[in-house]
């Protein structure tokens, strides 16, 4: 299994920007398609969005299509979530995920990832 450390969440006002960065160990890391999910407070892990193995095929939420990319690199095992155009409603801890299921990648739900970080909290005020 991969081990994943996120990082880059923070506090920021609507309408502003973070970037998410998830650090991943191990050798295979191209072998893994890999996703963002997000958990508000009382509400079920949902995901935003995942990225193929090769860096192409983004699939993203509806929620964040047009304002969060998702991005890779696999020199250095390394995936981010740009998001910009924030809302109070994208507030919530935000996970890096991995998995092998190459059907993942448009069948996101998060019993197909195996492997996930401890999650950053991203809070977004009005």
């Known amino acids: 299994q991969v081990q994943l450390v996120e990082s880059g969440g923070g506090l920021v006002q609507g309408g502003g920007s973070l970037r998410l960065s998830c650090a991943a160990s191990?050798?295979?890391?191209?072998?893994?398609?890999m996703g963002w999910f997000r958990q508000a407070p009382g509400k079920e892990r949902e995901f935003v969005a995942t990225?193929?193995?090769?860096?192409?095929?983004?699939y993203y939420a509806d929620s964040v299509k047009g304002r969060f990319t998702i991005s890779r690199d696999n020199a250095k095992n390394m995936v981010w979530l740009q998001m910009n155009s924030l809302k109070p409603e994208d507030t919530g801890v935000y996970y890096c995920a991995a998995t092998t299921f190459i059907a993942a990648l448009i069948k996101p739900d998060t019993s197909n990832f195996g492997s996930w970080g401890q999650g950053t909290q991203v809070t977004v005020s009005s």
């Open positions: 990225i193929s193995r090769s860096g192409g095929s983004p």
């Open positions: 191990g050798r295979t890391f191209s072998s893994y398609v």
